[in-house]
């Protein structure tokens, strides 16, 4: 990406819950995962 600085405020509003998608809650899907799953869930589909 060129210019990443306008994205990265955009991320954490999302992070933090200050943006929304329209629709809200029904607009978007929001889970948990850990650091260790996403890694392994990367490394098995290489």
Known sequence: ???PG???PM???FNEGWIEFEGGE???RKGKT???A???TL???A
């Open 1 to 3: 990406m060129q210019n």
């Open 6 to 8: 306008p994205r990265i």
């Open 11 to 13: 991320l954490d509003g």
């Open 26 to 28: 029904a607009g978007s």
């Open 34 to 36: 850990t650091f260790e």
């Open 38 to 40: 996403a890694v392994r």
């Open 43 to 45: 490394i098995e589909g």
